[in-house]
């Protein structure tokens, strides 16, 4: 049987267990790096701020050995870590959204990322396509809209923990991830057919 990431935390903390450190990473570093991702659209930046919220991350935990206490939300606690530091970085260029794609960049996101047994090459071209139409619309939403259907969508945290992470009543959350779904459709409406995996935001 797999730990739970509970188990693993504990480990951690109480043994200095870096391989079940590192397991919690393994875990989670998809759905992390795809929140960051999502956020910054620059794939070396969210590889920076990856590496930034888990130096925070080991910094407090190291900190709290002995008085722990986000049994059972470690996911949740490390995500508001990551929007933090993302946050950070962003307010300092005075801006919510960092700079714009560069055309030699990789911009898949892991949540669009492949399997290896790969459609052939007409369908991974309008895969392909649609992500960037998908990725296009996104990036015209609110800033709180856009956090909320990353937070949802990458990350899968429940809207409980969306709205304690951002500080925010459920409703509110709730409200927010179902008006980026209404524009997303509203911006999808001049074309003949949309995106499968929008459906899958829901």
Known sequence: MHP?????????????????????????QERIFGYLLGMVHDRNL?????QETFLRVIKAMNNQRGSYTQQGRWLAWVMRIARNATLDHLRSRKKWQDV????????????ERLPDDAPMPDELLKHAEQQD?????????????KEVLLLRHESELTFREIAELTDCSINTALGRMR???????QMMGDKKK???NVSELL
């Open 4 to 28: 739970s990431d509970e188990q693993l935390v504990t480990a951690y903390l109480d043994q200095n267990d870096q391989r079940a450190f590192s397991l919690l990473v393994q875990r989670h």
């Open 179 to 185: 008006y980026a779904l209404l524009n997303l459709r």
């Open 133 to 145: 139409w998908l990725d296009a619309c996104i990036d015209k939403l609110s800033p709180e809209q």
């Open 100 to 111: 714009s794609d560069k055309e030699d960049q990789d911009q898949t996101s892991f949540w």
């Open 194 to 196: 949309p995106p499968a």
């Open 46 to 50: 969210a590889n920076d701020l990856f």
